[in-house]
């Protein structure tokens, strides 16, 4: 977990949770979110996730208790006030590994971490051609109806060379 500062959380400021859709050591996105942070203005506070401990859903799984990166994971959402997502296009569509975060959050149906929560979700690539097709789906289906309000973020385009 990432912090984007040592700010005071006053009044005003607008909290917010933010993961990537990859979990590639050098992942573009994960960058994108680490700049986020660093940009964001101090009316805005993100606390980083990582992705890379939640298991793979599986009611069985769930059955048994929600493991501790999905606990922490869904806590965090529900204290704060939306989400960011950067994520990359598989395959035309959403990552899997971001799916899989979301079907976690998405449960309990009735009392989801997502529940009301507004969400931006934008992306980059390590290619000219980054689909805006995660973003669409993303803000088309309102994140499986749990999201209040999805707004989509610009496409971004990488011309950095990977790190
Ligand atoms: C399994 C897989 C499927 C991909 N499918 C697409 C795609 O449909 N459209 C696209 O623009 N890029 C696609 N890419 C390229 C990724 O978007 C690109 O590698 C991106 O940089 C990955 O994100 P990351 O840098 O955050 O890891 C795919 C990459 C992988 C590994």
Known sequence: MVDSGAMAI?????????FAGSLRRASYNRALVRAATELAPSALHIMVFELDDIPLYSEDIEAAGAPPSVIQLRDAIRKADGLLIATPEYNYGVPGVLKNAIDWLSRPPRDSALNGKVAAVMGASRYSRNGAQPIAIAAGIRFYRHVRTA????SCRASAREV
């Open 10 to 18: 006053v009044g005003s400021v607008f909290n917010v949770v933010a």
């Open 151 to 154: 707004t989509a973020g610009g």
